[in-house]
């Protein structure tokens, strides 16, 4: 398929659907390079010598699919949210990170209020770089945490030092970034009440206004997983899990914090502290994913491109659209989606998104402590925040 023609992919037989005016459109970047690859992530990055290719050819292919995305999405209407994530898109600098919202900005109009986060590794940071992605435009910056406590790093394969992160917030702070946010891992094999402690403690220190929290996920063919398998280190347990994500959430909640998805808290008083880039994940809103292996969404269809960075800029470059494949959504499959996020978010799932036997089943969910009803809404309580995928479950298949 030429770029130039019709928004169609031969290979995978990709139709890009009107878009949606009523629903927010954001953009995905994926930057795929890592200096280092930690033990637990089995995200699509790409460290030094592992054929990625070049910042440069990153960038350019980059560029062209823009290109195409401008092109296809009609109607046209601004970018109400950017989020560049990877991978670490501070490995691109201050000034490659301001270059490449340049481009979005040659291909699509941004809203007046648009939201532009990157993701950054606190040791690929410093003063001069947040001055420039925040006079560059950029709004949001999520700094990647995971521990206060050096023997956790280490298992997780983390190079930054303890302290490094809290003194990225306060440069962050310091450039007039207004929204900072703070990843969190918790059930590392190893970690210690007293060490989740230490890092809430850090995260409450900082004062930030966002922070994500997620329970440690061994997932297959990482090194974590090897090391699991064979018996160098225990596999996270449940109940500690359970434990620990009751713990972060009181440490925030104490702090002035409020959840607002299961796994993410923004301050309660100031409503654009929550990601709302994230939001339209979670309502059904249209994405554009750009670069290697981003997947995008438009109107029940989605899209995923090649993994390989060589191979997503070598059809690029050949004027092919570089999708991998792509699914058009059932009304059964939006049904489940729409469900399983509704349950996770705060604002809760609207009843009358549920059938009859559904709601049968909800009512039993209410009656066993999980959830509550609020205003012709079912939100998860505490407990059931803790089961929210078993809660999704039971609803849908009983």
Not at 45 to 65: F, K, N, R
Not at 102 to 123: G, K, M, Q, W, Y
Not at 305 to 320: E, F, M, Q, S, T
Request: overall charge negative; proline content about 5%.
């Amino acid at each position: 398929m030429s770029i130039a023609s019709t928004p169609v992919c031969d290979e995978s037989g990709l139709v890009v659907p009107v878009s949606r005016s009523s629903v927010p459109l954001g953009l995905y970047i994926h930057v795929p390079f890592c200096a280092t690859r930690c033990g637990y992530c089995d995200f699509n990055t790409y460290t030094a010598g592992e054929a990625a290719g070049s910042p440069e050819q990153w960038a350019t292919a980059v560029d062209t699919e823009l290109a195409f995305a401008a092109e296809s999405l009609t109607p046209t209407r601004p970018v109400s949210t950017v989020f560049v994530g990877g991978g670490t898109p501070s490995m691109l600098g201050g000034g490659g990170l301001a270059r490449l919202l340049d481009t979005v900005r040659r291909h699509f109009a941004l809203a007046d209020d648009a939201e532009i986060t990157t993701e950054s590794n606190p040791e690929s940071t410093g003063p001069a770089f947040f001055d420039t992605i925040r006079a560059a435009g950029y709004t949001r910056v999520s700094l990647g945490m995971q521990s206060a406590a050096a023997h956790v790093l280490a298992v997780l394969d983390r190079t930054h030092t303890p302290g490094r992160p809290a003194a990225a917030v306060a440069e962050a702070k310091a450039a007039g970034l207004r929204h900072v946010n703070l990843d969190l891992i918790y059930g590392t094999p190893g970690e210690r009440d007293v060490d989740l402690a230490a890092s809430l403690e850090a995260v409450v220190q900082a004062g930030v206004d966002h922070v994500s929290a997620y329970a440690l996920i061994v997932e297959d063919g990482t090194a974590l997983a090897r090391r699991v398998r064979r018996g160098e280190m225990p596999a996270p347990d449940d109940d500690v899990l359970a434990t620990r994500y009751e713990m972060v959430d009181e440490w925030l909640t104490r702090a002035g914090m409020s959840w607002y998805e299961v796994s993410n808290w923004a301050v309660a008083n100031d409503p654009t502290a929550q990601c709302r880039h994230n939001l339209g994940y979670w309502s059904d809103a249209d994405w554009w994913g750009i670069g290697p292996g981003a997947h995008s969404h438009v109107a029940g269809v989605r899209w995923w491109n090649r993994k390989l960075p060589a191979a997503y800029a070598r059809d690029l470059a050949a004027g092919v659209l570089p999708v991998a494949g792509h699914e058009v959504l059932t009304a059964e499959e939006r049904h489940t989606e729409r469900v399983m996020l509704g349950v996770r978010h705060r604002t809760g799932l609207p009843l009358d998104e549920l059938d009859a036997a559904e709601r049968r089943r909800a009512d039993e969910v209410v009656a066993d402590g999980l959830s509550e009803l609020c205003g012709g809404r079912m939100v998860l309580t505490n407990r059931g925040r803790l089961l929210a995928d078993g809660v999704t479950r039971r609803l849908l298949v009983g």
